[in-house]
């Protein structure tokens, strides 16, 4: 084991994590505001993943094509949280875990029926080229996910902090009774959160898909075990915890990788977890939600 390998997997853990907080900033968010762990949030990576693929065969850019995928998943997670998981709310919350395991269960299915079982490529004409940086090869495919990820988990924080909408989320999540009584609209909040956190995560599976094959239960095989540990290390419902969370657990899997082979590298992130849950039960930011 040399010092570059070294090097090139906490580079590589790095550019993975970036995505893996994308992924956790929607959970996160979701919890949050709404209290609602979406056990169906890797069905929207995966979901967001065929979309590119589907504009990319249509001749556009899958980046390009991001900012309205974004805005189709949005709007079918507004739809969802209104048609199913709003009238759960009133009962026990094991009741609206168990609607969002049924939509995994309904989506994982209807993707498999629309495009087929079999692992399927995105492949752009550049996708192998790289850039040498201090020694280590890192493809541009993999710069570009995690610059892209940063960026708009930057721009959520920001969103989430400084507009109006975003403080009314906040204000929702740490107290709705308190935030009814002052005007806000919490059902309403509660609907755009939903919609919000489901297209950071086809955001994020439009961004991997080059650099991925996707199958309909790819989100829950690679990407929902990691998302949940990320969440719990950083805070249920912290947004900058995520973040951070994310370049951690990446950074680790890709030590883990190299010290046990890519086969056991989410080994690692298991291991964290428990870690995490018996000495950290309430995360880095000591149950801090912001």
Request: proline residues 4%; charged residues 10%.
């Amino acid at each position: 084991m040399t010092f570059e390998l070294i090097v090139q997997a906490v580079l590589l853990g790095l550019l993975q994590g970036g995505v893996y907080a994308l992924v956790a900033c929607g959970l996160t968010l979701i919890y949050g505001v709404m209290k609602i762990v979406n056990f169906a949030h890797a069905e929207f990576l995966t979901l967001g993943m065929y979309l590119a693929m589907a504009a990319f065969h249509l001749g556009a850019s899958p980046y390009l094509a991001a900012l309205p995928i974004f805005g189709a998943v949005a709007v079918m997670g507004a739809g969802i949280q209104r048609l199913l998981i709003r009238p759960a709310l009133q009962h026990p919350q094991i009741n609206q875990m168990l609607i969002t395991i049924g939509l995994s269960t309904m989506m994982i299915g209807a993707m498999q029926l629309i495009w087929g079982p079999n692992n399927q490529v995105l492949k752009l004409e550049w996708s192998g080229e790289s850039m040498e940086l201090g020694g280590v090869r890192l493809t541009y495919v993999r710069l570009i996910s995690f610059a892209s990820a940063a960026a708009i988990a930057a721009m959520a924080w920001w969103f989430l902090k400084h507009t109006r909408t975003g403080m009314a989320m906040r204000a929702a999540s740490q107290n709705p009774q308190s935030a009814r009584l002052m005007g806000i609209e919490v059902m309403r909040l509660n609907m755009i959160t939903f919609g919000v956190g489901t297209g950071l995560a086809a955001l994020a599976g439009v961004l991997i898909a080059p650099a991925f094959f996707a199958n309909p239960t790819f989100g829950t095989d690679y990407f929902i075990l990691p998302a949940f540990v990320i969440v719990v290390l950083g805070t249920m419902g912290n947004f900058a915890g995520a973040l951070i969370g994310g370049l951690i657990i990446g950074v680790a899997e890709g030590l883990g990788g190299l010290v046990f082979g890519p086969a056991l590298r989410q080994l690692v992130s298991l291991l964290l977890f428990v870690v995490v849950l018996l000495f950290l039960p309430r995360g880095l930011f000591k149950g801090k939600v912001t």
